[in-house]
């Protein structure tokens, strides 16, 4: 097994599919905060906004904690 894969049971999964999993546990904190907030009034397209967060999240997850 290399470094680059998680085992569960049994099953070898890439280590990019646990930080997409970590990615989209802070994104759902995140969006509910910014939800209360009201801050995706402020933005031209919101779905489009909330992807682009998500994608900043996922990079920041792979820069500090990455192989």
Do not use: K, T
């Amino acid at each position: 097994m290399s470094p680059e894969m998680i085992a569960i049971g049994g099953i070898y999964l890439p280590i990019f599919l646990a930080f997409l999993a970590g990615a989209a546990v802070i994104y759902f904190m995140l969006r509910w905060v910014l939800l209360r907030l009201r801050a995706y009034r402020l933005f031209w397209h919101p779905a489009l906004a909330g992807a682009a967060v998500f994608v900043i999240v996922l990079s920041l997850l792979l820069l500090w904690l990455g192989p």
